[in-house]
């Protein structure tokens, strides 16, 4: 079932192109018709690879990797960053520091020094120093929370780009293919989306349109983040009842007891899936015996 319907997107504006004589002309497999000027984007094209970007993001947050939302444009700053923080992706919202994928050991040690200065305000060595020093280590803080603030937990190089306007991030899709880094992107009918591994046709200068796409892509990753919780919690149990025998072996209990408790165990488990099974067999003899019952009405 596709996530987004054409009545959707088209509320969303996201079928508003550019101006004629500002297309690519990689992008002619996506454009719908030309209207009073304006280049219409095909939308069941953009349903197509949207859901297709969708499922591989969710497989990316599904195996614990991370995706890292680039959109440094005045109207996607807001909306990729509020909706970004609610699943724990990294995003860059204030400016692309030249080098951030291919040079990312220099942005660590960045990073780091966020942590160093916030150190020196807690242990009081920020208390010692004169005013001036003062001032500017306080500045140096600020600047580099405003730039890398929302990728302190970017420890290693992320498994995917997402990014709002190909053309003015430029610089972010080249590192990224130079690093062989997949890039997801919504491309407008003034891109090039050859260089793009997953591009989604669409109006990437209206808010509305932005906040859809992304919100669509944040579900998708939310999604891939519960799965990997639940196969988390299936394995956890198992090993739970390793850890009980372990604390009943510490204790001074004889052997043949902590045998029976985890018989009784095993036991117990047996029961719960033979009456899973039973309940399973009933509902398709009822469903079974329904059939029969409409086909002989008929």
């Not at 025998?245 to 902590?258: F, G, M, Q, V």
Request: net charge negative; aromatic share 4%; proline share 4%.
């Amino acid at each position: 079932m596709p996530r987004t319907d054409f009545k959707e997107l088209l509320d969303a504006g996201v079928h508003f192109g550019h101006l004629k004589r500002k297309w690519n002309p990689a992008m002619a497999p996506y454009i719908f018709m030309e209207r009073n000027g304006i280049h219409i984007i095909d939308l069941e094209k953009t349903i197509v690879k949207l859901d297709e970007a969708a499922s591989a993001m969710k497989h990316i947050a599904k195996s614990g990797k991370k995706v890292l939302f680039v959109a440094t444009k005045k109207q996607a700053k807001e909306i990729v960053a509020e909706k970004v923080k609610n699943v724990n992706m990294p995003y860059v919202t204030e400016r692309w520091p030249g080098g951030m994928l291919t040079n990312f050991p220099t942005i660590r040690k960045a990073v780091k020094k966020m942590g160093s200065i916030d150190k020196m305000a807690t242990d009081g060595t920020l208390t010692n120093l004169s005013k001036r020093e003062k001032l500017q280590v306080t500045r140096q803080r600020a600047k580099l929370e405003k730039n890398l603030g929302s990728i302190v937990d970017l420890t290693r190089l992320p498994s995917a780009l997402f990014i709002v306007d190909v053309c003015k991030e430029h610089i972010a899709v080249r590192e990224a293919k130079r690093l062989g880094i997949p890039v997801f992107a919504m491309v407008d009918t003034n891109s090039d989306p050859t260089d793009i591994d997953f591009p989604i046709p669409a109006n990437d200068d209206a808010s509305k349109s932005i906040s859809l796409i992304t919100d669509i892509l944040c579900q998708a990753i939310e999604e891939g983040l519960n799965e990997r919780k639940m196969e988390k919690d299936k394995e956890m149990l198992p090993k739970d009842k390793k850890i009980i025998r372990k604390e009943l072996e510490t204790k001074d209990i004889p052997a043949s007891l902590i045998e029976a408790i985890v018989e009784e165990e095993e036991e117990e488990e047996e029961e719960a899936e033979e009456e899973a099974s039973a309940v399973e067999l009933v509902e398709d003899e009822d469903a079974a015996d329904e059939t029969e019952e409409t086909e002989e009405e008929e």
